[in-house]
């Protein structure tokens, strides 16, 4: 049974960082497409950024130059540095995991964690 588990989350100010974490079990991480979605109050889920099991990443252009996803395959955790907050950036973040190559799209993603709370104040 895959679990991911995130942390990190929290309250910042406008234009600060935060760096969320995903600790996951029950896969085989190293071949693993990691990723991390976000969901605003009223909005659809959407994707931030995935890593794939070569190292390759892919983006949403929001955030692109702002936040960094990276893996730690020892360590079995994906993380997600996000600097330059905005207001905007405000979601819970949800971690994801997949056998498949990195894919935006939610149903190319077969398990969840429970999410964490990031709030950007202005």
């Known amino acids: 049974q895959v679990q991911l588990v995130e942390s990190g989350g929290g309250l910042v100010q406008a234009g600060g960082s935060l760096r969320l974490s995903c600790a996951a079990s029950g896969l085989t991480f190293r071949r693993s497409t990691m990723a991390w979605f976000r969901q605003a109050p009223g909005k659809e889920r959407e994707f931030v950024a995935a890593t794939g099991w070569n190292g390759g990443t892919r983006y949403v252009d929001s955030v692109k130059d702002r936040f960094t996803i990276s893996r730690d395959n020892a360590k079995n955790t994906v993380y997600l540095q996000m600097n330059s907050l905005k207001p905007e950036d405000t979601a819970v973040y949800y971690c994801?995991?997949?056998?498949?190559?990195?894919?935006?799209?939610?149903?190319?993603?077969?398990?969840w964690g429970q999410g964490t709370q990031v709030t950007v104040s202005s």
């Open positions: 994801a995991s997949s056998a498949r190559a990195v894919a935006v799209a939610l149903d190319s993603y077969n398990s």
